[in-house]
């Protein structure tokens, strides 16, 4: 069965640091990969995600992920963080039962100090 | 204007109660989903459809029933809510499933007491 795991519940980055997120995926075969984020109080934004392709993808507000798959991971990063960058952020992967759904992550709660 | 609309926001029901959260898309998107968001379960899908009079489970279905009559309409009943169900539900619709971006409802907070 596929899953994601997203090993740190809050990460804190100083303003204008260079920020990640970590995930790492559980799947057989080829991943779908995304990361949404959530603000207070909002349902999720789609940010970005893998099919196929660059291992790099970019992504809305500046935010990029890089595919590893020998490592199994999605690391969401972005090269200076804004103050506005704190919310909740979710890794997803594609259900690979033949349902066209989402498995979401756990979610890591960002905070960027001013 | 377009977008996925949930109502209500806020609900506060009994135990043993049957409530029915709404959601409403424009974009006459296939699929629409049903998710709940709980601390340290991040989000868990309830129940799913591909397309209007199609729906099946999710990851957590059990206390809950879906109908699609419509593409648009994606309503999710509790027929006998628990406190478990307390939770914050969040409805999405996307135009190809898992495959292309899902739009998300601002929630419903739902609380059993």
């Known amino acids: 069965a596929q899953s994601v795991a997203q090993p740190e519940d809050q990460v804190n980055v100083a303003e204008g640091n260079p920020l990640t997120v970590k995930c790492t995926y559980s799947?057989?075969?080829?991943?779908?990969l995304f990361w949404y984020v959530q603000y207070p109080n909002r349902g999720l934004q789609f940010l970005l995600k893998?099919?196929?392709?660059?291992?790099l993808v970019k992504g809305s507000y500046g935010f990029e992920a890089e595919f590893n798959k020998s490592q199994t991971s999605f690391h969401l990063k972005k090269p200076s963080a804004l103050v506005s960058d704190s919310a909740l952020y979710f890794c997803?992967?594609?259900?690979?039962?033949?349902?066209?759904?989402?498995?979401f992550g756990t979610g890591t709660r960002l905070t960027v100090i001013p | 204007d377009a977008g996925i609309t949930q109502s209500p926001r806020y609900k506060i029901t009994e135990t043993g109660r049957q409530v029915t959260l709404m959601c409403h898309q424009t974009?006459?998107?296939?699929?629409m989903f049903w998710y709940r968001q709980d601390l340290g379960h991040g989000l868990r899908l309830i129940y799913y459809?591909?397309?209007?009079?199609?729906?099946d489970k999710g990851e957590v279905p059990d206390g809950y029933v879906v109908s699609r009559s419509k593409t648009e309409n994606f309503p999710l009943t509790l027929e006998s809510a628990t406190r478990s169900q307390t939770s914050v539900y969040f409805c999405?619709?996307?135009?190809?499933?898992?495959?292309?971006?899902?739009?998300f409802g601002q929630g419903t907070r739902l609380t059993v007491v």
């Open positions: 999405a619709s996307s135009s190809q499933g898992a495959v292309t971006e899902a739009f």
């Open positions: 799947v057989s075969g080829n991943p779908y």
């Open positions: 893998y099919i196929t392709g660059d291992n």
């Open positions: 997803a992967v594609r259900d690979q039962t033949g349902a066209n759904n989402l498995f």
């Open positions: 974009w006459s998107h296939s699929y």
């Open positions: 459809s591909a397309a209007a009079d199609i729906t």
